[in-house]
């Protein structure tokens, strides 16, 4: 279970995770561009599923410099919509445009000090943590959000800016955790 989170300014825990598309990722293929946006994830979280079509908005949005790895964390064998052949398929039904990720053992989550389901974290070129909280101010209706605090960072971070909202609390379900 995490227990401390990254600060702001800390560089990103590397990682060897397995893709919904069977290739395995880490850290180094995601370099190439200037931004990289990891999100804890799962499938069967109503805060998740409502911020997916947002995740596919963005990484849609600023696909020449962001790279988004959603990583799926719970425990699936109390929560079996989770298992990796389910990621595939919701993957497929939703669409996903960004790699979607399976830490089966937790220790990434654990590593990152994630407790929720959305939890972002964006790093930066030298991926060091520029912002850490939630998508935006309101997960239930995308039309009246007043306050886009991932998109806001990812402009600022590409205009060469300091992140004005540098964290956020975050908003979702918690990691299922094994016990």
């Not at 409502?50 to 963005?58: K, T, V």
């Not at 020449?64 to 389910?86: C, G, Q």
Request: proline share 3%; glycine share 6%.
């Amino acid at each position: 279970m995490a227990t401390e989170k990254l600060k702001i300014g800390s560089k990103a825990p590397d990682f060897s995770l397995m893709g919904i598309d069977d290739k395995s990722y880490s850290l180094d293929l995601f370099k190439d561009k200037k931004l990289l946006c990891v999100i804890f994830s799962c499938n069967h979280c109503p805060y998740v599923k409502a911020y997916e079509g947002r995740m596919i908005d963005i990484q849609k949005e600023f696909q020449s410099d962001l790279y988004i790895a959603a990583i799926n964390s719970n425990d699936e064998v109390n929560y079996p919509e989770d298992s990796f052949d389910n990621m595939k398929k919701r993957a497929k039904q939703i669409g996903f445009n960004f790699a979607y990720l399976r830490d089966a053992d937790q220790k990434i989550a654990t590593a990152y000090g994630a407790t929720h389901t959305p939890e972002i974290f964006l790093f930066g070129e030298n991926r060091t943590l520029q912002f850490h909280g939630k998508i935006d101010d309101n997960w239930e209706y995308p039309n009246k959000v007043k306050e886009p605090y991932l998109k806001n960072a990812i402009k600022e971070l590409l205009d060469g800016k300091e992140v004005s909202t540098k964290e956020t609390f975050t908003i979702g379900c918690t990691i299922k955790w094994k016990y």
